[in-house]
């Protein structure tokens, strides 16, 4: 993996981050997303996630192009 690679992933937790989802990276060259949850998380904070980390995606990908 390149440094842009991680760079890449660093920038999108940190975005994540921003919008209250806690994630860390994950790898050799923190090249992925690591996801923590707790053992007793609800349908709806997974939902807030899904939709969180599906906006903090897209707006990811329409300003890095």
């Known amino acids: 993996p390149s440094a842009s690679k991680s ?12 919008n209250s989802v806690l994630v860390l990276t994950a790898g ?5 997303i690591r996801l923590l949850p ?8 997974i939902d807030t996630f899904i939709n969180v980390f599906e906006a903090t995606y897209n707006s990811y990908i329409l300003t890095s192009n």
């Open 7 to 18: 760079e890449a992933t660093s920038n999108f937790v940190q975005n994540l981050r921003a």
């Open 38 to 45: 707790p053992l007793n998380v609800s349908k709806e904070e």
């Open 28 to 32: 050799n060259y923190n090249q992925y």
